[in-house]
């Protein structure tokens, strides 16, 4: 399993409702929006963690 840093930029594969699919790099992962849903194809950022998936938010 790879390690994302925190402040690294990707973008959402599917919608986060409030989890979902991302892509960093070449990579997929599962990731979770804190606070609203984020539609598929818009960039977002990893704020941290949660168990094992990214917590993201939109840029």
Do not use: C, H, W
Request: hydrophobic letters at 40%; charged letters at 25%; glycine letters at 8%.
């Amino acid at each position: 399993e790879k390690q994302v840093e925190v402040g690294v930029q990707g973008y959402t594969l599917t919608r986060l409702a409030p989890m979902g699919k991302v892509q960093i790099g070449d990579t997929i992962f599962e990731a979770k929006s804190l606070d609203s849903y984020v539609d598929p194809r818009r960039e977002v950022i990893v704020i941290g963690y949660d168990n094992a998936s990214l917590v993201v938010r939109p840029l």
